[in-house]
């Protein structure tokens, strides 16, 4: 294996046997240079493994072998932050959540559910899905050379449907309640470090907020009908019954947007729903968000409109009072990202095409593959600071910045040529190649999807 893949690699070697961190490797490696299906089959092949009689073994490292998952997060989580974050920033860790629908079939996979599908439905159109929910925690660094932010994932948890809690004897946990375990994990992980947590509507609620707003910051969507409220007023000397927990309802957001007295203030952001910058007025406070029988969020409010009328008012909530504005705006527009990492993870790393069945297997695999995009990210890291890191041009397709589809080649061909050219530094027009290996690459290219 090449250095640039060892290096990262060895990181994991903890949490291992030596005979299972040498499969391990072989597997990683595999699903890195595979086209299409990542199964353990099709890693073991593009590997040059297909005649191994104990190709069992490869499989025992995800159905059986003894290792930690969430150990392999932190340590991925770690590397992370000491490649992408910039030291000269002294602002918070930026990070994402969202959820995915993983579209599986099969009466052995017993955790599946139909849940909405997120990509394909729309405000007026709902599509359900039938599959898998997994919850995945993103860091969201602006990565130098790409000129842009990825997200980049290093914990996902599985979501198992209500059917199976009810089946299997257990209490159902909300998406709220495994993502409120993440955060208060990352929070473990890094207690030092101040940590903003961007998410869509899904955990705009209240009793989510209550529980991890003291530990970290979190921004989301916030509705413009929510209900408002001052702080509540001091207690007087004497004064007996319950505290008061609010105080007097404030307008709401809807309310705030129509009232002409309302103070605007324009600001340009960046990257603001696919364009580069755009001008937005912005009002802004602090209130309490508060239901009958829930706790009290204090929060500060962002109401924004787009003075050219082309996009619809939204309303923003962040956890911190002590928050700007526009510091709100551009932590929540890194969120955006997660959506594309996604998508990557299905066109190039072979999401939702793995075939394992049972449970110990589906809940490392889909983890792996999209920690995977991470991996390969920090490689790409390495690969550019060693000026080896190139970007598909073309005459139709004049690409400044690489992308991760570039990030995948050039760590692919690193591993291409460490594993099988290591033969001669001379640059010829003919090159010699093993027939094996020449079987092996017409056969890879012959089924790449």
């Known amino acids: 294996m090449p250095p640039a893949f060892t290096a990262f690699m060895i990181a994991f070697r903890p949490l291992f046997s030596k005979s299972v961190f040498q499969h391990a490797q072989v597997l990683v490696a595999g699903a890195i240079l595979a086209p299409g299906r990542r199964t353990v089959a099709s890693a073991l092949r593009v590997m040059g493994l297909s005649a191994l009689t104990t190709f069992q073994n490869y499989h025992r490292v995800l159905n059986r072998a003894t290792w930690s998952a969430r150990r392999a997060a932190q340590i991925l989580l770690t590397m992370l932050i000491e490649t992408f974050h ?84 257990k209490q159902h946990k909300k998406l709220t309640d495994w993502a409120r375990q993440m955060l208060l994990q ?22 989510f907020l209550a529980a991890v707003g003291e530990h970290v910051t979190v921004v989301t969507r916030l509705r413009l ?39 605007w203030r324009r600001f340009q952001v960046s990257q603001w729903y696919g364009r580069e910058a755009y001008e937005v007025d912005v009002a802004t406070g602090c209130a309490l968000w508060y239901h009958s029988g829930l706790p009290v969020v204090p ?90 890191l190139t970007v598909a041009r073309s005459a139709w397709y004049d690409k400044p910045h690489p992308t991760f589809s570039d990030a995948l080649a050039g760590v692919r061909m690193v591993l291409w040529r460490a594993m099988d050219f290591p033969m001669s530094h001379e640059r010829t027009e003919m090159l010699k190649i093993p027939r094996p290996l020449f079987e092996r690459l017409t056969s890879t290219l012959a089924y790449a999807a």
């Open 86 to 169: 910039d030291r000269a920033d002294e602002g918070p860790l930026v990070f994402g959540i969202d959820e995915t629908i993983e579209r599986r079939r099969g009466v052995k996979i017993n955790a599946k559910g139909i849940y909405r599908d997120p990509v394909r439905s729309s405000r007026g159109h709902f599509v359900k899905a039938s599959g898998l929910r997994w919850l995945s925690l993103m860091y969201l660094p602006r990565i130098p050379w790409a000129e842009r932010v990825w997200a980049l994932p290093f914990l996902t948890v599985l979501c198992p449907s209500e059917r199976y809690h009810t089946e299997a004897g």
């Open 186 to 207: 990352l929070k473990r992980w890094l207690p030092a470090r101040p940590i903003v947590v961007t998410a869509d509507s899904s955990f705009s609620a209240i009793e």
């Open 299 to 388: 929060l500060r409010w962002v109401l924004v409109r787009d003075p050219a009328g082309r996009l619809e008012p939204k309303g923003f909530l962040c956890t911190d009072q002590q928050a700007c504005a526009v510091d709100i705006l551009t932590w929540f527009v890194r969120r955006w990202s997660v959506e594309v990492t996604f998508e990557e993870v299905r066109r190039h790393l072979g999401f939702e095409t793995q075939r394992q069945w049972s449970d110990p297997a589906i809940l490392r695999t889909t983890p792996c593959l999209l920690g995977l995009f991470s991996l390969v990210a920090l490689m790409a890291d390495r690969l550019h600071a060693e000026g080896e």
């Open 225 to 263: 009908d929510a209900a408002l409220y001052e702080p509540a007023p001091p207690r007087k000397p004497g004064q007996v019954g319950r505290p008061r927990k609010k105080g007097r309802r404030l307008p709401s957001l809807h309310e705030i947007l129509s009232d002409e007295k309302t103070a």
